[in-house]
């Protein structure tokens, strides 16, 4: 077993023969045989030298050199052998520190190329996992693609099937329109339904037959409409509605036209004292002016013109904007009944009336245009909804107007009136005075 020593370190490493043969063996180069033959061949010429100076030194000096000589011979061999020993050292040394340098360099290569495998190793790992990742992505977000997908065809199957039924029932119900009201007295169609709909939930009001002809000036028969509805509140009329129907059957020669009924249902509005006058008509089918919702007739006070599927509309309509006033009515009875000078009061109230017809001829207009979306395709229902939203809008402005019209406002340049409200508001305080508070 043979050991080497670090000439720096100190540190001893015992390796066996083969290895130590190995690393010898790996240490000789040509260079290093070459520089041991140089020194060798170096100290042979030395010693050369020095014999020849010798015996020269010999000859010259004879005997007396003799000792001398023998002395410094035996002093330089002795110096030749430090000097090969030292060279044997350095050469040992040398050697040693040569298959640390190799051994320390090897490892160290070693460990530089686990270094760089593990590094691979682990880019390696990472890409798998990254590719595995974007795969489990790729199809999570395909599913959930096709689940969007999905739910946008479905949805867009839902809505397109009911408006495809919405559609279908408008298209139905103009096509039955004619059909089941031709087969039916539209007057009783009319009475029917107000019965059905309307009577349960405005128990008090009336709807009933116009049976009494009325003659006016130069007439040699009176006339009358066919319905007139009326409804109190506090005893106080605030709306009244003279209703006509008209029907003909598509088989008739002479085809009538709705203006021809206008200026006897304005007559018999103001004979019977209606405040509005409907007509609620079969005629003019192919007209689409009458086809699509309430019409205002123009130059006709407070007229409309309607189609039996209106009919309730149109009541419901004027009777909640007329309830609007029922206040201001009130107060206009109270003055009346105590006989007070109220022309500033109905003018006011006349304002408000010409204000609110002009917002239903409006939204009227309006409900026109959106009807008329839905004959021609299905898109059209989103200008139905704008329509009826720039209507109900004007319905707001005609309400807001009516909230906004204050008694104080209607009585604001009548004397006579405002005397008469603060006279009532006295009363009553002295009244509430004299009862003194309730008791609980």
């Given at each position: 077993?043979?050991?080497?020593?670090?000439?720096?370190c100190g540190?001893?490493?015992?390796?066996d023969?083969?290895?130590f043969?190995?690393?010898?063996?790996?240490?000789?180069?040509?260079?290093?045989?070459?520089?041991?033959?140089?020194?060798?061949?170096?100290?042979?010429?030395?010693?050369?030298?020095?014999?020849?100076?010798k015996?020269?030194?010999?000859?010259?000096?004879a005997?007396?050199?003799?000792?001398?000589?023998?002395?410094?011979?035996k002093?330089d061999?002795?110096?030749?052998?430090?000097?090969?020993e030292?060279?044997?050292?350095?050469?040992?040394?040398?050697?040693?520190?040569?298959?640390?340098?190799?051994?320390?360099?090897?490892?160290?290569?070693?460990?530089?190329?686990?270094?760089?495998?593990?590094?691979?190793?682990?880019?390696l790992?990472?890409?798998?996992?990254?590719?595995?990742?974007?795969?489990?992505?790729a199809?999570?977000?395909?599913?959930?693609?096709?689940?969007?997908?999905?739910?946008?065809?479905d949805?867009?199957k839902?809505?397109k099937?009911?408006?495809e039924k919405e559609?279908?029932?408008?298209?139905?119900?103009?096509?039955?329109?004619?059909v089941?009201?031709?087969?039916?007295?539209?007057?009783?169609?009319c009475?029917?339904?107000?019965n059905q709909?309307?009577?349960?939930?405005?128990?008090?009001?009336?709807?009933?037959?116009?049976?009494?002809?009325?003659?006016?000036?130069?007439?040699?028969?009176?006339?009358?409409?066919?319905?007139?509805?009326?409804?109190?509140?506090?005893?106080?009329?605030?709306?009244?509605?003279?209703?006509?129907?008209?029907?003909e059957?598509?088989?008739?020669?002479?085809?009538?036209?709705?203006?021809?009924?206008?200026?006897?249902l304005?007559?018999?509005?103001?004979?019977k004292?209606?405040?509005?006058?409907?007509?609620?008509?079969?005629?003019?089918?192919?007209?689409?002016?009458?086809?699509?919702?309430?019409?205002?007739?123009?130059?006709?006070?407070?007229?409309?013109?309607v189609?039996?599927?209106?009919?309730?509309?149109?009541?419901?309509?004027?009777?909640?904007t007329?309830?609007?006033?029922?206040?201001y009515?009130?107060?206009?009875?109270?003055?009346?009944?105590?006989?007070?000078?109220?022309?500033?009061?109905?003018?006011?109230?006349?304002?408000?009336?010409?204000?609110?017809?002009?917002?239903?001829q409006?939204?009227?207009?309006?409900?026109?245009?959106?009807?008329d979306?839905?004959?021609?395709?299905?898109k059209?229902?989103?200008?139905?909804?704008?329509?009826l939203?720039?209507?109900?809008g004007?319905?707001?402005?005609?309400?807001?107007?009516?909230d906004?019209?204050?008694?104080?406002?209607l009585?604001?340049n009548?004397?006579?009136?405002?005397?008469?409200?603060?006279?009532?508001?006295?009363?009553?305080?002295?009244?509430?005075?004299?009862?003194g508070?309730?008791?609980?």
């Open positions: 077993m043979k050991e080497i020593k670090c000439p720096n540190t001893v490493i015992p390796v023969d083969a290895d043969a190995a690393i010898l063996n790996q240490v000789r180069t040509e260079e290093f045989d070459a520089e041991v033959n140089r020194r060798i061949e170096e100290a042979k010429r030395l010693l050369k030298a020095e014999e020849a100076k015996q020269a030194l010999e000859a010259a000096e005997a007396k050199e003799a000792a001398k000589l023998d002395a410094r011979h002093e061999l002795s110096k030749k052998d430090l000097e090969i030292k060279l044997r050292q350095q050469i040992a040394g040398w050697e040693q520190g040569k298959t640390l340098e190799l051994e320390a360099a090897r490892l160290k290569a070693e460990q530089k190329a686990a270094d760089a495998l593990n590094q691979k190793e682990a880019e790992r990472k890409k798998e996992e990254e590719i595995s990742r974007l795969i489990t992505d199809a999570n977000e395909r599913k959930n693609a096709a689940e969007r997908v999905q739910a946008i065809l949805t867009h839902v809505e099937e009911s408006l559609v279908e029932l408008y298209k139905n119900f103009k096509a039955k329109r004619s089941k009201l031709l087969g039916e007295d539209l007057e009783q169609h009475y029917t339904l107000y709909t309307l009577l349960p939930v405005m128990p008090n009001a009336t709807f009933s037959k116009d049976n009494v002809a009325v003659k006016e000036g130069d007439e040699t028969k009176g006339s009358k409409g066919d319905f007139i509805f009326r409804d109190k509140e506090d005893g106080i009329e605030y709306i009244s509605i003279m209703f006509d129907m008209k029907n059957s598509d088989a008739a020669v002479n085809k009538k036209k709705n203006a021809d009924f206008f200026d006897k304005d007559k018999d509005r103001k004979k004292e209606c405040e509005f006058a409907v007509l609620v008509s079969m005629l003019e089918m192919d007209n689409d002016l009458y086809n699509n919702g309430i019409v205002s007739v123009p130059g006709y006070e407070k007229m409309y013109v189609r039996p599927d209106n009919f309730i509309p149109i009541i419901t309509l004027l009777v909640q007329s309830k609007k006033a029922l206040e009515k009130k107060a206009l009875a109270i003055a009346k009944q105590q006989d007070m000078d109220v022309t500033n009061f109905e003018d006011s109230l006349q304002k408000f009336r010409d204000s609110f017809k002009k917002s239903v409006y939204a009227g207009d309006r409900f026109k245009e959106a009807i979306g839905i004959d021609n395709t299905i059209s229902l989103e200008a139905i909804k704008k329509s939203q720039v209507s109900e004007h319905l707001i402005t005609a309400n807001n107007k009516v906004a019209l204050k008694i104080r406002q009585i604001k009548n004397p006579t009136m405002t005397a008469a409200f603060e006279e009532a508001r006295a009363q009553k305080a002295q009244q509430e005075l004299e009862e508070p309730d008791e609980q």
